[in-house]
């Protein structure tokens, strides 16, 4: 099955910091999510990206399947941004999603 | 419904007891999919259900573990002889189909004692 790796495995950021954390995956995908689990354990939906590149806020994606990675982008962090970021592909022909170890992010204030 | 959503949120239980967690999918969606996170860890494939069939249960750790999903809407996860190794956060997620956007519930805390 696909082997997820997301780096770096924990990172701290002081606020208003910029941010990039990566996920590369081992095969070819059907499409990837990002989420946000906050420090109450709730997972949240960032972005549902494919491929390409998608902006939401402060936030923003870039996947590209042709070379199996996926970029996540968090500008002026905020200590609401701590928690633990996921990056999700799921195979090919659709099915489960599979979980990287996630990037542990905490915003001092 | 509007969203995902799990009972019950906590649940504690003696060694050896069977438990049964349960998961209403948001309506209308077919997929549907069980995971656990056990403290400080990602999250782990347990089973996928499209409709009521489940193609992939690759995840479930032993025969202790089955689920089933009736009516392709609610589905149901069931552990017996609890151990304490079980102890973990069980989620539950669903999707329009099997290659869409999956959103979760908020998780089952189960505690092993």
């Known amino acids: 099955g696909i082997q997820v790796e997301q780096s770096p495995p924990d990172l701290i950021l002081q606020e208003g910091a910029n941010s990039t954390l990566r996920c590369n995956f081992s095969?070819?995908?059907?499409?990837l999510q990002w989420f946000h689990q906050n420090p109450w354990g709730q997972l949240i939906n960032l972005f549902y990206i494919p491929s390409g590149t998608k902006q939401n806020g402060r936030l923003s994606a870039t996947t590209v399947a042709t070379e199996r990675y996926s970029l996540l982008y968090i500008s002026s962090s905020q200590t609401t941004d701590s928690g633990v970021y996921f990056c999700?592909?799921?195979?090919?022909?659709?099915?489960?999603?599979?979980f990287g170890q996630g990037t542990e992010l905490s915003v001092k204030p | 419904g509007a969203g995902v959503s799990q009972s019950p949120s906590n649940k504690v239980t003696e060694k050896g007891k069977d438990v049964e967690l349960r998961c209403d999918p948001i309506?209308?969606?077919?997929?549907l999919y069980w995971y656990r996170q056990s403290l400080g860890q990602g999250l782990e494939f347990l089973i996928y259900f499209q409709g009521n069939s489940a193609p992939d249960k690759s995840g479930l750790p032993s025969d202790r573990f089955s689920a089933e999903r009736t009516g392709g809407s609610v589905s149901t996860l069931t552990i017996q002889r609890t151990q304490q190794e079980d102890s973990a956060v069980y989620l539950c997620?669903?999707?329009?189909?099997?290659?869409?956007?999956?959103?979760f519930g908020q998780g089952t805390r189960l505690t092993v004692v």
């Open positions: 997620a669903s999707s329009l189909n099997g290659n869409t956007e999956a959103f």
């Open positions: 309506s209308g969606h077919t997929a």
């Open positions: 999700a592909p799921r195979e090919g022909g659709g099915g489960k999603l599979i």
């Open positions: 095969d070819s995908v059907n499409n």
